[in-house]
């Protein structure tokens, strides 16, 4: 299956380079999910498919590629401890639990963050990218705000 980015590029851009993170323990469906529910809807699929087939390598580096990483640690963190083996959730304390649960919302922040960020370049720079239409992203017109869902 083929995605933007691969499960080593997830690792560069997502983990901290002297973790013991490595793409084996992120998979590809982590990134398909990534991009199917958090990039996709955004630039739409004009432009996903004009980026699969290496258009506007520059956007890809510096927007999207961080992007599609951070939505993917968010969507692997919680699974990481059945795939380490580790076991599950009746394994763990409450205290663990709390820690995990604290820091899977803290990477659904920088993800977003992210996320906000390409909407941004897209939309200032949208002449450069015909396939892109800001009609189409829903951050042009919905923001969730500390739990508040804005529609404007």
Known sequence: ????????????????????????????????VAESKYLIPIIGESLYDALMAGSYTSLCEDYVAPMVAAWARYVAEPLLAGRLGIGYDNDFSEADNDARDAIVMRLRHTAATFSRRLSDYLNAHSDQFPEYNPIDNPLNHCMIDGGIVQIF
């Open 1 to 32: 299956m083929k995605t933007i980015i691969t499960t080593q590029q997830v690792v560069e851009l997502a983990y901290v380079p002297e973790g013991v993170m490595t793409a084996a323990k992120i998979t590809i469906a982590d990134i398909v």
